[in-house]
């Protein structure tokens, strides 16, 4: 659905966030939840991803922040 709406682009950059967005949750949660098994290692694997993260939210706002480009007019 969002492929005809919006774009191949975007429905794989939607696919692709999504999935990511969930994966991280999931590691996060799972490791946080057996953190007293292996408290360095889920330290670790909890810090990379919300910095990885954070990241990526970060680069999308700069993204986001640059002006589109113009508007092709058509010529005769």
Same mark, same amino acid.
């Given at each position: 659905? =969002?492929?005809?709406?919006?774009?191949?682009?975007?429905?794989?950059? @939607? *696919?692709?966030?999504?999935?990511?967005?969930?994966?991280? !949750?999931?590691? =996060?949660?799972?490791?946080?939840?057996?953190?007293?098994?292996?408290? @360095? *290692?889920?330290a670790l694997w909890i810090g990379l991803l919300i !910095?990885?993260?954070?990241?990526?939210?970060a680069l999308l706002r700069l993204v986001g922040q640059?002006?589109?480009?113009?508007?092709?007019?058509?010529?005769?």
């Amino acid at each position: 659905a =969002i492929k005809n709406e919006a774009g191949g682009r975007w429905a794989t950059f @939607a *696919a692709l966030w999504t999935t990511g967005l969930a994966y991280s !949750v999931s590691v =996060i949660f799972y490791q946080g939840a057996t953190f007293m098994r292996h408290p @360095a *290692a889920s330290a670790l694997w909890i810090g990379l991803l919300i !910095v990885l993260m954070a990241g990526f939210v970060a680069l999308l706002r700069l993204v986001g922040q640059r002006p589109a480009p113009a508007p092709l007019t058509a010529t005769e």
